[in-house]
């Protein structure tokens, strides 16, 4: 994360204009948002960027989000990104997947602005990745 | 007394009671079995009861001596034969042992004869002791050969009936055992040693341990009985118990089957638990052992036992235990295997429950996310969202969330429209190749944004169905291929007209594909809860491909789907160009007063034609575009004739002729197909009566379905004509001329009888003698004609000779014909029913009257 540039977020979201909710909050609060459709999308940015922090929805056109955790988790480059589900996927079974999957952190939609941007604030500022603060 | 005396009165009664048992046994039941038996103890009982008698009644000494010898003799035989009902034995052993006794009685009346005339001093002579061996041989050999069948037969069979037969051979051993004793001894020790006396009394108490033998086999207590059947059942019922829990009732049959086979050596057992009856084996006897089980009140265990069996009583006793513990272990399974699937049942509806709850909460929450987040911007506002642009962009946002949120909501309630068959479609007539093309470009922005390329290659088409369904079902498929195409990938809209009345809608994507695994699934709602691809596929949808595919087959159309991982995938809807028609159950009435047609069509203008030319000729019309109605109707109405056409929206015409024909209700109904198909060979082997070719002329119809007359209906059904006549002679030449040909006559003596016999009957023609007993020819004929069940059907008078008109006027309007009696009667006869209606009905002055015969 640099001093100079805002951090940058990597929104892997398909539904336009659930893409373009958190565009619009996360913009405001302060970041730059990249937002990608598809996990494939995703994966192609991620294989020379490094976000400050990765939102993830569950339900993508070419599968399922959980997929890419353990891809960023066990890359050496981007292991320390913290991750960020944000679904509509929210029963007990539902998280409990979204945590074993590895990911730093849960909201579930639909989302509150102030939440959402505590939520981003906190894993932002977070020195220890994978640990969740209640 | 002495003990020797002792013994002898307790072997005596033993076998008495023995013998008075099985005599008493035999004449209650007169089978040959109980006859053996009986003589089997009589002949040791004569011997026995030789001492006492001649002491008391010296005077039989001599006849006694005569018969207590042959008696003696014969016993061995006789408990062969006896063992040859439980165990087969061979004819041939039979029959030498029968010959041996036969021998040794010759031998041994010469030694008695030649005794007494040479009259020798310890009468140890050779041949004595050649006749002595032979006796022993001959006991040995016959009571041991019996022996041996009763313990084989024991090994087979189970419970009382076993142990009986085991005692009986025990008991046979032992006898001949004493008899042997009795020879050995009188050959090897002198006469009045003192040998002789303890002889004596070890054959009495070997011969007396044989009488309780076989008292306990033949005449056996009632206690002996049931301890040895209590093994059984405990044993069974065990048996029963260690079966795996969730065990078939079958299996619990298997177990019954193979015990009362065991307990019984029948030939074959078989549970029965519906109505059938197998068939009895040959030389076999019937028993069966009813259920008296609520669950199965045909069940019954059917048994065929050999006709002659032993110790059949305790058998049956046995297994009608075995069969009740049977039965009440296979009504606890049954139960509780119907508990165990009614609560899978009911969990599985509560899975699917909670699967769709969990389904929806994720649908609704989508657009919620928008409408709430974008809301809470605008809300909370802090000078960003104050530039008109972005509260305009913010609102479009919600609204378009709002909307969405309704159509999922409507989805919802559609889908459950659907299932509870409530969805009202509102059938019209548009160009649907429009439709498509106007549903694409709505689509086209959200295309263009992800830079895909849609292709429509549309014919043109107008359909008749629900405009705004099927714009549902198009923008559904689109809105999917739009949505699980990547960037720049190609969608692929086709329209082309099908061969059947039909169109073919396919819709082609370069997305993602669905798994092998899924594709079956694709249309069920929220079945795809398990599996990360098929959410996907659902996402912002969530009901649209089933309720998609419920709308198509709302429009009686089928939808599929192809689809290659990596490479897309394809759906295909196919509808009918026509309207979904409403099957309805209650079909029209037919017009009572005149032949009727049902015409099965769905051309509304062919329809129209068809129906103006019979309509002109005379016949009612009734009509359907339906094939799946026209077979629903044809259940329960009857018309004259069918007219068929071939290419129907639902059901093809050959289906529905095959159909027609297979069902015994309706294959007598005439079908005449009308049809561009040309396949008349084709038709009338799946048994159409006649084949036209569309179009069809007014006077080619017409002669066409004229000829549908009674002879048609003697080669598809027989014609029955009822005659009433109290004339013997007059049904007789009736009977000689219509029955060869295939007619059937039925008669009556009378008018109340022969009314009668037309209402139940409902023959095809009555034949009526102007002059019966009881009530004149004319009331009858007026009575006939008054009568619902009969008022169709003509009734031809016959008179001795030319009518006066006055009387000719009263049957004026009620008859076909009348007939003066002579060969020219009964040739007019025939000719009318042969040709009966070439004219149209309404041509001829007595159509009103052959209602009921076109």
Redesign the interface.
């Known amino acids: 994360m640099s001093d100079q540039e805002e951090p940058l977020i990597l929104a892997v979201e ?5 893409a ?2 958190l565009e ?2 996360l913009t ?1 609060a302060g970041y730059r948002l990249h937002v990608a459709e ?1 996990l ?1 999308a995703a994966r192609t940015w991620l294989a020379d960027g490094v976000p400050d922090l990765v939102l993830l929805d569950r ?6 989000g ?2 890419l955790i353990p891809e960023i988790k066990s890359s050496p480059r981007l292991s320390g990104v913290p991750i960020l589900l944000v679904s ?4 007990p079974q539902d998280v409990e997947a979204a945590m074993a999957a590895g990911c730093d952190g849960f909201l ?6 102030k939440p959402l941007v505590d939520e981003v604030q906190r894993l932002l500022l977070d020195e220890v990745p994978g640990k969740l603060a209640d | 007394m002495s003990f020797d005396a002792i013994l002898t009165i307790a072997l005596d009664i033993a076998f008495f009671a023995i013998f008075g048992f099985t005599l008493v046994d035999y004449l209650r039941h007169r089978e040959r079995v109980r006859l053996v038996i009986m003589l089997v103890f009589g002949s040791v009982t004569l011997v026995l009861a030789a001492a006492p008698i001649r002491a008391v009644l010296p005077v039989l000494g001599p006849v006694l001596s005569l018969l207590s010898l042959p008696a003696l003799l014969a016993q061995p035989v006789l408990v062969l034969w006896l063992a040859s009902f439980v165990r087969p034995i061979p004819r041939r052993a039979l029959l030498g042992a029968a010959a041996a006794f036969v021998a040794l009685m010759g031998g041994v009346a010469a030694i008695v004869v030649g005794g007494q005339t040479g009259g020798g001093a310890d009468g140890r002579t050779p041949a004595l002791v050649a006749i002595a061996l032979g006796l022993l041989a001959y006991f040995v050999i016959v009571e041991a050969g019996a022996a041996i069948a009763f313990a084989l037969a024991a090994r087979d069979r189970a419970g009382a009936s076993r142990s009986r037969l085991v005692t009986a051979s025990l008991a046979t051993a032992l006898f001949g055992a004493a008899l042997v004793i009795i020879l050995v001894a009188g050959l090897a020790l002198p006469a009045g040693s003192p040998g002789v006396d303890a002889t004596n009394v070890l054959v009495r108490v070997v011969a007396l341990l044989s009488a309780l033998g076989y008292l306990a086999a033949f005449a056996p207590p009632r206690a002996l009985r049931k301890f040895s059947q209590q093994g059984i059942v405990y044993d069974f019922v065990r048996d029963l118990n260690v079966l795996p829990a969730r065990a078939q009732v079958g299996q619990i049959w298997e177990l019954l089957v193979k015990a009362a086979r065991h307990a019984s050596g029948a030939s074959r057992v078989e549970v029965v638990t519906d109505g059938e009856t197998p068939a009895l084996g040959a030389g076999a006897r019937r028993v069966s052992f009813p259920f008296n089980s609520a669950r199965w009140p045909e069940g019954r265990l059917e048994m065929d036992l050999p006709v002659n069996a032993l110790f059949l009583d305790d058998d049956l006793e046995l297994i009608g235990l075995l069969v009740d513990r049977a039965v009440q272990s296979a009504e606890r399974e049954a139960f509780v295997l119907e508990r165990e699937s009614l609560i899978d049942d009911l969990q599985a509806a509560s899975a699917a429950k909670s699967d769709f709850l969990a389904a929806m909460s994720h649908e609704l929450r989508t657009p919620l996310n928008a409408i709430i987040g974008f809301s809470e911007l605008l809300a909370e506002g802090d000078g960003t969202e104050s530039d008109a642009a972005t509260v305009h962009t913010y609102a479009e946002h919600i609204h378009g969330s709002g909307l969405h949120l309704l159509d999922l909501v409507n989805d919802v309630l559609d889908l459950a429209r659907v299932e509870a068959g409530r969805l009202d479609l509102k059938p019209a007539q548009f160009p649907l190749h429009d439709l498509i093309r106007q549903t694409a470009a709505t689509m086209q922005p959200l295309a263009d944004q992800k830079q895909q390329r849609l292709v429509l290659d549309l014919a043109d088409v107008t359909i008749e169905a629900d405009p705004s369904r099927v714009r549902q079902v198009a923008l559904n498929l689109l809105s999917n291929a739009v949505k699980f195409t990547g960037p720049g990938g190609e969608i692929r809209i086709s329209l082309e007209p099908g061969p059947r009345n039909d169109v073919t809608l396919t819709v082609t994507d370069t997305g993602h594909g669905i798994p092998p695994a899924d594709i079956d699934r694709i249309f069920e709602a929220f079945h795809q809860a398990d599996t990360g691809e098929m959410k996907t596929r659902h996402e912002g949808t969530g009901l649209g491909l089933a309720l998609t595919r419920q709308l198509v087959e709302a429009h009686d159309g089928t939808i599929g789907v192809a689809s290659e991982l990596g490479v897309g995938s394809t759906f295909t809807v196919r509808l009918p160009l026509r309207r979904p028609i409403e099957i309805t159950d209650v079909p029209p009435a037919l017009p009572a007063d005149k032949p009727s047609v049902l015409v099965i069509e769905d051309d509304p203008a062919a329809q129209q034609l068809l129906r103006l030319h019979l309509e002109s000729a005379g016949y009612g019309v009734v009509e359907t575009a339906s094939g799946r109605q026209a077979l629903a109707w044809l259940t329960k109405i009857r018309p004259d004739a069918v007219i068929l056409d071939i290419m129907l929206p639902d059901l093809d015409g050959w289906e529905i002729l095959q159909r027609l024909k297979a069902d015994p209700a309706t294959r007598s109904v005439p079908v005449m197909v009308v049809s561009v198909v040309d396949d008349r060979q084709l038709g009338l082997a799946l048994g159409a009566v006649d084949y036209l070719v569309k179009p069809v002329s007014r006077d080619n119809l017409l002669e066409s379905i004229g000829r549908l007359t009674f002879t048609t209906k003697v080669r598809t059904r027989t014609v029955t004509v009822l005659v009433i006549d109290p004339d013997q002679d007059a049904l007789g030449r009736y009977r000689q001329s219509l029955e060869p040909e295939g007619f059937r006559v039925i008669a009556a003596h009378d008018a109340v009888s022969g009314r009668q016999r037309a209402i139940d009957d409902k023959p095809d023609l009555i034949l009526l003698d102007a002059l019966l007993p009881d009530v004149d020819g004319f009331e009858l004929t007026s009575e006939l004609r008054n009568h619902p069940a009969t008022a169709s059907i003509p009734v031809w008078v016959t008179a001795p000779g030319a009518l006066a008109p006055d009387l000719k006027a009263r049957l004026n309007g009620n008859v076909q014909e009348v007939l003066v009696r002579g060969d020219d009667a009964l040739d007019s006869l025939r000719g009318w029913l042969e040709a009966g209606h070439r004219k149209p009905p309404v041509a001829a002055p007595s159509a009103r009257l052959s209602t009921g015969s076109a």
């Not at chain 1, 339900?59 to 399922?64: F, N």
């Not at chain 1, 509509?88 to 029963?91: F, I, N």
């Open positions: 398909d539904e336009p204009r659930n373009a909710l619009a909050i405001r598809e494939g339900h993508l056109p070419d599968g399922d959980l997929d509509a996927s929210v029963l579930p939609k639909p989302v509150r602005v």
